[in-house]
C-alpha cells in the first residue's frame, strides 16, 4: 500500500534526535524519501543509516552548507518536495543579564535559518509549482515564560515567517505552516529536570500543568508534519497548529 508521504522528498533539518528524528523516521515510514541535515555527524549519521536517509552534515546557521545540503538532495533525489525547519535550540536568559551574542546565536539559529533554509529550497518549488514547508515553532510563539528571553521573540518571529511565506507563494502551490508543539518529552526535557535536586519531582509536575495528565511525545508532532507535508492539507496554509494537550487553552496553570 503506498504511503501518505509516498516518494516525496523530504529534507528535515536537525533530524539526528528528537522531534527531527521522529519527523524523520514517521516521513520514511509513510514512503517518503528523506533527507537528515544534521550538524551532529554521529547522530546524524547513525538515524540515517537506520532508516534508509541520505545524511548531509549541515549546520543550517552556515550559508555555505545550507547550499551543499540543497545540492546534495537535489543530486541523490532531483528535487525537494517538503521542508522540514525543525533544528532549534533554547536560548533562555533574563534580558539584562544577557550577552549581546546570545541574541544573534538564537536568532540565527531559531528564526533566521528558518528563512535561509526556504529561499534555498523555494526557487525548485516554484518551477515545480508544488512544495510544502513546515517551521517547527514552539507555544512560546504566543506566550511568554518569564527568563525565557530572547527564544519567544525568535519564535514569534518563525510565526511570522510561516505566514508571512505562506501568502508570498500560495498562488505557486507552495504551502507554508508551522507546528508549535508545548512541553514535548526530549533529550531536552529530561535535561532541563536532571537540574532540579529531585529530577522525577520535577518530571511529576509537568505532567501534572497538562490537562492530559502528561506532556507530549516527539511522535505526536511527526504525526502533525506527516499531515501537513501530504496531499490531505491542501487548503491548509500559513497556519500553525499547537500541540500541548490544551495547556495554553487553560485559564491557570
Ligand atoms: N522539546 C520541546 O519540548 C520543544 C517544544 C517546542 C518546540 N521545540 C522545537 O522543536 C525543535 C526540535 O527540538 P528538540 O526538542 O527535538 O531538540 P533537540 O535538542 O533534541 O534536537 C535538536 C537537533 O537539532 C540539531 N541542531 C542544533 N543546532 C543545529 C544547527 N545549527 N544546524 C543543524 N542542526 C542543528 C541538534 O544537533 C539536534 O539533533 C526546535 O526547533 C525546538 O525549538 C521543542
Known amino acids: 500500500m503506498a504511503g501518505r508521504l509516498q516518494d516525496k522528498v523530504a529534507l528535515i533539518t ?24 544534521e550538524r551532529n555527524a554521529e547522530t546524524g549519521q547513525r538515524i540515517a543509516n537506520e532508516i534508509g536517509a541520505l545524511f548531509v552534515g549541515c549546520d543550517v546557521t552556515v550559508q555555505a552548507d545550507i547550499e551543499a545540503a540543497v545540492t546534495a538532495a537535489d543530486q541523490r533525489f532531483g528535487r525537494i518536495d517538503v521542508l522540514v525547519n525543525n533544528a532549534g535550540a533554547n536560548v533562555f536568559h533574563r534580558p539584562l543579564e544577557m550577552p549581546r551574542s546570545e541574541w544573534a546565536r ?14 534555498a529550497v523555494l526557487p525548485g518549488m516554484r518551477k515545480r509549482g508544488a512544495g510544502s514547508i513546515i517551521n517547527i515553532a514552539s507555544t512560546h510563539g504566543f506566550k511568554i515564560i518569564p527568563h525565557t528571553f530572547p527564544y519567544p521573540v525568535a519564535k514569534h518571529g518563525l510565526i511570522g515567517l510561516t505566514r508571512s511565506l505562506g ?45 492530559p495528565g502528561r506532556i507530549g511525545r516527539p511522535e505526536e508532532v511527526a504525526m502533525t508534519a506527516v499531515f501537513l507535508a501530504s496531499d490531505e492539507a ?13 495547556r495554553s487553552a487553560l485559564y491557570h496553570d
Open 14 to 37: 536537525g533530524a539526528g534526535q528528537g522531534i527531527g528524528e521522529a519527523i524523520a523516521r514517521a516521513f520514511v515510514a509513510e514512503g517518503a524519501r528523506v533527507v537528515v541535515a
Open 106 to 119: 538564537c536568532m540565527a539559529l531559531d528564526l533566521e535559518a528558518a528563512w535561509a533554509m526556504s529561499e
Open 167 to 211: 501568502i508570498e507563494f500560495a498562488a505557486e502551490g507552495i504551502r507554508v505552516n508551522a507546528i508549535a508543539p508545548g512541553y514535548i518529552e526530549t533529550e531536552i526535557a529530561r535535561a532541563y529536570w536532571a537540574g532540579f535536586p529531585d529530577p522525577e519531582a520535577e518530571r511529576k509536575r509537568a505532567m501534572a500543568i497538562h490537562p
Open 234 to 246: 491542501p487548503f491548509i496554509n500559513a497556519e500553525t497548529i499547537v500541540i500541548d494537550g490544551g
